[in-house]
């Protein structure tokens, strides 16, 4: 069994594009999408026009579940998130925001006869659950100790990342459509011009995970979000699409 897990695509299409050309070459048996798929970016109905191409399983994210009601995250909100909200619902169909009510809150999958992996965003409990590698041991056994699967998949942090639980294994396949380093400093803040993902194989009892990062071209997509008619594309490029100089 191979699974590809992707995450955190935020209607970047054009990342998610690139990211299902370079999966293609690991032929998974499966894909699932951990949430966080259409808020965000410039690419809403393209973004749900691929996954319903794709067919893939997919959890509610926080930011899927603001989207259909503004009321459902208990995360403050800005005027600009407000405003990209209105203009991403004034993208979609109705047909499209019946898909997205469709995703599912967990996804379990077999991946042997002794093993199931348990898919969500921020955590079993809770889509607003944050889980980092500087996450204490405490904070993470309160969240996930008393999970029974030999494999958890979470997404929300847009971090690649790998820890023991337990006897359990957690790993976040990291953002599809905005990465980045969430230590830079508000200064220093970009968004990586890559796409992440992680696939999973588990062939006579063996488990390997790979984590991919593939480059797609920032400016390409700034040109795609100068095009779009998202509503404060100009502060979206400056504030998390250009690239530092060197």
């Known amino acids: 069994m191979r699974i590809a897990v992707i995450s955190d695509i935020h ?3 054009l990342a998610l594009d690139v990211a299902l ?9 499966r894909v699932v999408c951990l949430g966080d798929a259409v808020q965000g970016g410039a690419q809403p109905a393209e973004t749900v026009r691929r996954l319903r191409e794709l067919g893939c399983s997919i959890v509610m994210g926080n930011a899927d579940a603001w989207l259909l009601a503004e009321e459902c995250s208990t995360e403050p909100t800005s005027q600009q998130q407000r405003d990209v909200r209105a203009w991403t619902l004034s993208q979609l169909s109705e047909d499209d925001l019946d898909f997205i009510r469709g995703f599912q809150r967990s996804v ?3 991946v042997d006869d002794a093993r199931r992996m348990l898919c969500f965003h921020g955590s079993p409990d809770s889509y607003d659950d944050v889980l980092l590698p500087e996450t204490s041991e405490q904070e993470w056994n309160r969240l996930l100790g008393q999970v029974t699967r030999e494999i958890l998949a979470g997404g929300h942090a847009h971090t690649q990342q790998l820890r023991r639980i337990g006897e359990a294994l957690f790993f976040n396949p990291g953002s599809i459509g905005v990465a980045y380093n969430y230590h830079l400093s508000s200064k220093q803040f970009h ?3 890559w796409s992440e993902y992680a696939v999973l194989t588990c062939v006579q009892g063996r488990i390997n995970l790979a ?3 593939v480059a797609y071209d920032v400016d390409d997509l700034i040109g795609i979000v100068r095009a779009s008619g998202r509503p404060h594309a100009q502060t979206m490029i400056n504030d998390y699409l250009r690239q530092p100089t060197r």
Do not use: M, V
């Open 191 to 193: 968004t990586d011009s």
């Open 11 to 13: 209607a970047n299409c």
């Open 211 to 213: 984590f991919q990062r």
């Open 21 to 29: 050309n370079d999966l293609g070459a690991h032929s998974p048996d």
């Open 108 to 110: 379990e999958i077999k």
